[in-house]
C-alpha cells in the first residue's frame, strides 16, 4: 500500500487540497483517508465525507479527534493504517492535525509491515509565513539559534517543513508576486532537498501526490520526544450554543480582538439575518473565510429553502426533527478554537458574547432584522 502524510501548521490547507484531490481522481482510485483533528469536534472528517468518494461505513475513511496523532492518538493511528493495509486499500492518504510533529507520524507509517511511503507533503500558508514568519527569515533563524527549553508554534512549523519532501506553499494568490520568489528562496534554505511549488486552492500537480518515488527523509536528523501538541501550549476549546450569532458582534469581535494566540478556528454555525443556511466558518491567523454549506432541515421544513416539498417529505423532516430545540430545531453552532490556553480563554469568553441575547431572540422570530457586514454573494470554486 503507498502512503501519502499532509502535514503543515493549522489553516495551511491541508483539508482543501485533500477534498480536491479525491474529487478529481477519486474515480479511478482506491483510496483510504486517515484525518485527524486536534479537537473533539469533528470538522474535516465531516468535511472530507461530503465527497463521498471515501467514508467511515465502507471502512474507506478514520476519523481521529481530540488529541495530535504525533501524541495521545498515535497508537491508534498505527492500527488504522494496518487495517487500510489488509482491506485493500492501495493508497492510503493521512492528513494529520496542525499540531502533530511529522516525526512521529512517519515512524508509525513505516513501522507498517507492506507500505510505502511516498511523500511527505508539507503545506504552508503563503500569507502567514510572509506576514507572521519575516517571509521565512525568522524560521531559519530559529533553526540556526534553536531554543530547547521554550519550544513554541514556529520550531514545528519548521520541523513540518524540514521533514518533508515536497513542500507547497499554499493561498499562493494572496501574496503579491513579487514575494513569491522570496518565500521559495527561504523555503528552500530550510528544507534545500525538498520540492518546491506554489499552488490556490489546493490545486496541487497529482504527479507529486500519487507518483513520487518512495521516501527517503528531509533534513531532520533529531527525534526527540514530541509530546504532542501540549509541547507548544497549543490546544483547543470547542463552544457549542443553539443561538443564532449576532452577525455584526461575530464580525467585530474577528476583526478587532483576535489575538496573536489564537490560530485557528473552525466549525459550523448560524446567523440570525440568515436562519436558512448552514455556514461553514474557517479562521487561520489573519485570514478568516465564510462559507454556504447546506440548508437548515427545519428551514426547509418551513419553506424558507425554497425546496417544494411533498406531504410525506414534510412528515418525513417532522420525525428527524422530533426531538430538536423546539424554538430553533436542528439549527446551531459548534466552533473548535485552537491556540494558547490563556489566548482561548479570553477569546472564547468574549466568543459566547456574540450569541443573541433574550431579546435580540425574540426579535429574530418577530422576523426582525440584524446588521450583518458579511458578504453575502457565494462564488463556486
Not at 459548534?334 to 469568553?349: K, N, P, Q, S, Y
Request: aromatic content about 6%; some cysteine.
Amino acid at each position: 500500500m503507498d502512503v501519502t502524510f499532509f502535514t503543515g501548521f493549522l489553516g495551511s490547507g491541508k483539508t482543501t487540497t485533500l477534498k480536491r484531490l479525491l474529487r478529481e481522481h477519486g474515480d479511478g482510485m482506491s483510496f483510504g483517508v486517515i484525518v485527524n483533528d486536534l479537537s473533539e469536534l469533528e470538522v474535516d472528517g465531516e468535511l472530507i465525507g461530503m465527497e463521498e468518494r471515501v467514508s467511515v461505513k465502507n471502512g474507506t475513511l478514520a476519523v481521529l479527534n481530540n488529541g495530535s496523532i504525533s501524541g495521545e492518538k498515535l497508537g491508534s493511528f498505527a492500527g488504522e493504517v494496518a487495517r487500510m493495509k489488509q482491506g485493500g486499500i492501495r493508497h492510503l492518504l493521512v492528513e494529520a492535525s496542525g499540531a502533530s510533529h511529522p516525526a512521529a507520524v512517519i515512524d508509525a507509517i513505516q513501522s507498517v509491515a507492506g507500505t510505502t511511503l511516498r511523500a511527505v507533503i508539507a503545506m504552508v500558508d503563503a500569507r502567514a509565513l510572509l506576514h507572521d514568519h519575516g517571509g521565512g527569515l525568522d524560521l531559519v533563524e530559529r533553526l540556526t539559534s534553536p531554543a530547547e527549553d521554550d519550544p513554541c508554534a514556529a520550531d514545528l512549523l519548521a520541523s513540518q517543513l524540514q521533514s518533508a519532501s515536497v513542500i507547497a506553499l499554499t493561498k499562493a494568490d494572496l501574496v503579491p508576486e513579487s514575494e513569491l520568489e522570496r518565500l521559495l528562496r527561504s523555503l528552500h534554505a530550510i528544507n534545500p532537498t525538498a520540492t518546491l511549488t506554489a499552488c490556490v486552492y489546493g490545486k496541487l500537480d497529482a504527479r507529486l501526490i500519487l507518483e513520487s518515488a518512495p521516501y527517503r527523509g528531509g533534513v531532520v536528523e533529531q527525534r526527540p520526544d514530541q509530546g504532542g501538541a501540549q509541547r507548544y501550549d497549543i490546544g483547543t476549546t470547542v463552544v457549542r450554543n443553539s443561538r443564532p450569532l449576532h452577525p455584526q458582534r461575530f464580525h467585530t469581535l474577528y476583526r478587532d480582538r483576535l489575538g496573536l494566540g489564537i490560530f485557528r478556528s473552525k466549525g459550523f454555525i448560524w446567523f440570525a439575518s440568515r436562519p436558512a443556511d448552514v455556514l461553514l466558518w474557517n479562521q487561520a491567523g489573519g485570514a478568516m473565510g465564510l462559507e454556504w454549506l447546506a440548508t437548515w432541515r427545519i428551514a426547509i421544513l418551513q419553506g424558507e429553502g425554497g425546496v417544494p416539498l411533498l406531504q410525506e417529505e414534510k412528515e418525513h423532516l417532522r420525525k428527524v426533527l422530533r426531538d430538536s430545540d423546539p424554538l430553533f430545531g436542528d439549527r446551531g453552532n459548534e466552533l473548535t478554537v485552537i491556540g494558547h490556553a490563556m489566548d482561548r480563554a479570553v477569546f472564547c469568553r468574549e466568543l459566547e458574547e456574540c450569541f443573541c441575547t433574550d431579546e435580540e431572540v425574540e426579535h429574530w422570530r418577530q422576523g426582525g432584522s440584524f446588521p450583518d457586514p458579511w458578504p453575502t454573494r457565494i462564488r463556486e470554486t
